[in-house]
């Protein structure tokens, strides 16, 4: 039987609204694959989440909500306490500001790709799978994943592939939600590491999707088949966000340019 890592992560705003969604439309697809298991990396602000940019200031997370799904593992991280370990005030202070918002938004991305990386380290401790779902505990999943297609897209799991919403790519690749082999699950939970690289190889500010595919072609991950499945964001508020889905696109300048660059770095393109 198939083994199915489903690995949330983040901050728990809504699990209370959106864990329905992610049993019917997510978790029980994959059922018929096979043996799915969920883990999760929560962080937790002390003083509740301030993020002027998705009008959050000052709202608690939730956490009585996690019971409602059956986590294999769960991890719970200090968000201050890891702020400080990670130096964060010093390193952002030389690395323009993409979101122009104070660095508070490059910050949440230290931060969750800190959660990702927990929450596959937590999967990959506890068994080996055969596919790798990282899902967003704050969105609301509209559409039924078919995990059949999904596997056929990914092809062999001994591969190195990744498939990311066609949406909403904003010159790079949506980093809401993937559905990963083994191998690209490895590469996506240690883009962590790779922040400083991306700033240090292409001159940019740190933006999200961007950073994403930069990670992807660093790291010999195929990229170029895509899903369809959408989610709402919602925040700790129970308010739904506006969502538009755009199919934005990757930018061919980006992509050219990083291509260049993983070149002489001695990467194998995928």
Partial sequence: ??????????????????????????????????????????????????????????????????????????????????????????????????????????????????????????????????????????????DRFDAFRMVRDLGDPRGCRALTPLWQQWGGLNDRLAICTPSAAAAFAKRFEQILDFCAHTDEAIQAERLLLWACMRNGVAFDRFMTERGIRVRATGMFREEQFQERGISSLSLEKYKRLATQLGVNQA
């Fill in 1 to 142: 039987m198939k083994r199915v890592a489903v690995c949330l992560h983040g901050v728990n705003r809504s699990l209370s609204v959106t864990h329905r969604s992610i049993i019917d439309q997510v978790v029980a697809p994959w059922s018929e694959i096979g043996e799915v298991r969920l883990y999760g990396a929560f962080l937790q602000p002390r003083s509740g989440l301030n993020n002027p940019r998705s009008s959050e200031v000052g709202v608690a997370t939730e956490s009585e909500s996690l019971r409602l799904l059956p986590f294999e593992q769960i991890t719970l991280i200090d968000q201050d306490a890891f702020d400080v370990a990670a130096d964060l005030d010093r390193t952002l202070a030389i690395i323009p500001d993409y979101y122009k918002d104070g660095h508070s938004s490059t910050k949440n991305i230290f931060r969750s790709l800190h959660a990702l990386n927990k929450v596959h380290e937590l999967a990959t401790l506890d068994a080996d799978h055969d596919y790798v779902l990282f899902v967003r505990p704050d969105l609301f999943y509209i």
